[in-house]
């Protein structure tokens, strides 16, 4: 076997992405990985060849050890525009080098198919991690497969957490979520948690990176140090304090992996097909499980939802302990698929 190679990594900074980076090597088996990172110095906990890279392909080597394979680690790349460029290149560039070459977990904008359907084809693999990605896939007459995002079994830490004899609603909100319209509707989450109802409030941020932070949205929301308490740490740590809460409600997809994962009833804020098509898998539909970010009317719409899912809290809960064994154990196809790539002469 070969080097076994990891590209397009934002960083672990954005925890989502050190998460994938954990569970695809612990799934994989992988060992003696090098990562090709956007920001090196937030992955040297990683226990891995770490090397620098501006997602350029001139930074390639100029050639490779035989059967290496290199994994695109997937997630929401394909959703926007300005990254299938840089996405497409390096995909021809291994090819070019004798790499194979993976995607895995990735959901992907069904609109921009069109454009990028001979990039897809290139792959000598791709998992879909959610059903609406899947079946435009396959009915592009792509060759896919539909495995969970490997965050599911993100191993969680146990964290030192004083609940102060109350329950907890964790809530993430992001960069992303900079409108005012979306503000407004944290705002009056916020306020109806703090006056109406006996629940503390848990501030996960789950990207923290300079350009994308979720610290500076989540700074703006906190107004009670009694009742609120702003939480950090890796990936692991913040699955841990997840486990803490009563239920979620984020703007991050893997907040909501690792809430799901858990079975604490999570309430989506969602602003791409990666929320939809999660949803739609684990309920059979997105309606009071996903708010889209873009259809949002009044400042209400998200206490609405939060309180549409602590009435409905006992079911959902139950649904999730029923669905979710099975769920999580679908991940591990990953390590079958995988095997048989790098079986491939």
């Known amino acids: 076997m070969g080097a076994n190679i990891m590209y397009f990594h934002g960083g672990s900074g954005n925890h989502g992405c050190e998460a994938l980076f954990k569970t695809l090597k612990e799934l994989c088996s992988l060992n003696d990985i090098e990562l ?15 090397r620098k890279t501006n997602l350029n392909t001139d930074e390639l080597d100029t050639s490779y050890p035989v059967d290496t394979i290199a994994i695109s680690m997937g997630g929401d790349n394909y959703c926007y525009r300005g990254a299938v460029k840089p996405l497409e290149k390096y995909n021809i560039e291994f090819h070019n080098k004798g790499v194979k070459t993976a995607l895995i977990g990735c959901s992907i904008t069904p609109e921009l198919i069109p454009t990028i359907i001979d990039d897809l084809q290139r792959y000598d693999l791709i998992t879909a991690r959610e059903g609406i990605t899947y079946k435009t896939l396959k009915d592009n007459d792509i ?6 995002d490997s965050a599911f079994i993100l191993e969680t830490k146990e964290v030192d957490f004083d609940d102060r004899g109350k329950e907890w609603i964790g809530i993430n909100a992001s960069s992303l979520t900079k409108s005012s319209m979306t503000i407004e509707n944290y705002k009056v989450l ?8 006996n629940f503390n409030i848990m501030l996960i941020p789950h990207v923290v990176q300079s350009h994308n932070d ?28 997840i486990s803490k809460c009563k239920m979620v409600v984020t703007a991050r997809t893997h907040v909501s992996i690792a809430s799901y994962s858990l079975c604490v009833p ?20 997105t309606e009071n499980y996903v708010k889209p970010m873009d259809e949002l009317k009044d400042s209400g719409e998200l206490k609405k939802g939060f309180i549409w899912i602590i009435e409905n809290y006992d079911g959902i809960k139950k649904h999730l302990e029923e669905i979710m064994p099975e769920y999580k154990n679908r991940c591990y196809e990953l390590r079958d698929v995988y095997e048989m790539l790098c079986s491939k002469k």
Not at 143 to 148: A, T
Not at 190 to 197: A, N, P, R, S, V
Not at 269 to 279: C, F, Q, T
């Open 36 to 50: 090709y990172s956007y920001r090196p110095e937030e992955d040297a906990h990683l226990g891995c060849n770490v």
């Open 143 to 148: 060759n896919c497969k539909l495995i969970p």
């Open 266 to 285: 999570t309430l989506v804020l969602g602003y791409s097909v990666k929320s939809l098509g999660i949803a739609t898998d684990l309920f059979g539909t």
């Open 190 to 197: 916020i306020d109806y948690i703090l006056k109406d109802t």
């Open 214 to 241: 979720d610290l500076e949205s989540l700074q703006n929301l906190y107004i009670n140090k009694e009742r609120m308490v702003m939480v950090k740490g890796d990936c692991n740590e913040l699955k841990g304090y």
